[in-house]
Nanobody, 125 residues
Framework: QVQLVESGGGLVQAGGSLRLSCAAS????????MGWFRQAPGKEREFVAA???????YYADSVKGRFTISRDNAKNTVYLEMNSLKSEETAVYYC???????????????????WGQGTQVTVSS
C-alpha cells in the first residue's frame, strides 16, 4: 500500500510560481513512476506531468516549458515546480503513483493505482 500526501498549494497571482510536493510512504518509492494531475471546477481531471523511476519526465503540452516535475528518492518525495501560472490553471492538483510504466498509458488516470487527496492551487488574475 502506498500513501501520498500533497502540499504546497495556495493562492498565487497570475504569472507567479508555486512548488507542490508529494510525500509518499513505502520503501519501494524509487521504483514507482509518479504523476501529477489536476482538476478544475466542472472539468475532468487531466494529466499534467509524469516522472519515471529513472527520472525521465513527460509533460502535457499546455505546461511544457513552465512546469518541472522531479523526484527525490531519498526523501520519498516528488515535486511539481510551476512557473508563469495562468488563471485557468486554478484547480485541485493530485499526485499519483503507479507500480509499472507504459509509454502509452502514463497520461491516463487509470494507469495510476494510488492517489493523494489533492492540494488546491488558485491563480488570481
Amino acid at each position: 500500500q502506498v500513501q501520498l500526501v500533497e502540499s504546497g498549494g495556495g493562492l498565487v497571482q497570475a504569472g507567479g510560481s508555486l512548488r507542490l510536493s508529494c510525500a509518499a510512504s513505502g520503501r519501494t518509492f524509487s521504483s514507482y513512476p509518479m504523476g501529477w494531475f489536476r482538476q478544475a471546477p466542472g472539468k475532468e481531471r487531466e494529466f499534467v506531468a509524469a516522472v519515471t523511476s529513472s527520472g525521465a519526465t513527460y509533460y502535457a503540452d499546455s505546461v511544457k516549458g513552465r512546469f518541472t516535475i522531479s523526484r527525490d528518492n531519498a526523501k520519498n518525495t516528488v515535486y511539481l515546480e510551476m512557473n508563469s501560472l495562468k488563471s485557468e490553471e486554478t484547480a485541485v492538483y493530485y499526485c499519483a503513483a503507479s507500480t509499472r510504466w507504459s509509454f502509452i498509458a502514463y497520461q491516463l488516470m487509470g494507469f495510476y493505482e494510488y492517489w493523494g487527496q489533492g492540494t488546491q492551487v488558485t491563480v488570481s488574475s
